[in-house]
Nanobody, 122 residues
Framework: QVQLVESGGGSVQPGESLTLSCATS????????MSWVRQAPGKDLEWVAD????????IYADAVKGRFSISRDNAQNTLYLQLNNLTLEDTAVYYC???????????????RGQGTQVTVSA
């Protein structure tokens, strides 16, 4: 059974940093691309970043490029997201997601965790 468990969220002020973790189990983590996505109140799910399997190529949404960093530890089956220079617009529930792919319906994922709340307020 695939499990994705996010942690590390919290309440911070603009300009501060957080590190999110996603502990995974139930599948061969190193064989899968992984993603972070987020959902702000009243808004649709928004893709944040991907990291591939193998060489771990990373791509980012324009909104977070240069501020966020996705990484993975295949030995620990854990995905990370370093969030720097946070802004009010980064407030959202952050989810890790397994197996991103592009379909006719848009971005889809094999599964997603329960999320961790990040709140940025002055």
């Amino acid at each position: 059974q695939v499990q994705l468990v996010e942690s590390g969220g919290g309440s911070v002020q603009p300009g501060e940093s957080l590190t999110l973790s996603c502990a995974t189990s139930g599948f061969t983590f190193r064989d899968y691309a992984m993603s972070w996505v987020r959902q702000a109140p009243g808004k649709d799910l928004e893709w944040v970043a991907d990291i591939t399997s193998g060489v771990g190529k990373r791509i980012y949404a324009d909104a977070v490029k240069g501020r966020f960093s996705i990484s993975r530890d295949n030995a620990q089956n854990t995905l990370y997201l370093q969030l720097n220079n946070l802004t009010l617009e980064d407030t959202a529930v952050y989810y890790c997601a397994k197996g991103p792919r592009i379909t006719l319906g848009g971005r889809e994922y094999d599964s997603r965790g329960q999320g961790t709340q990040v709140t940025v307020s002055a």
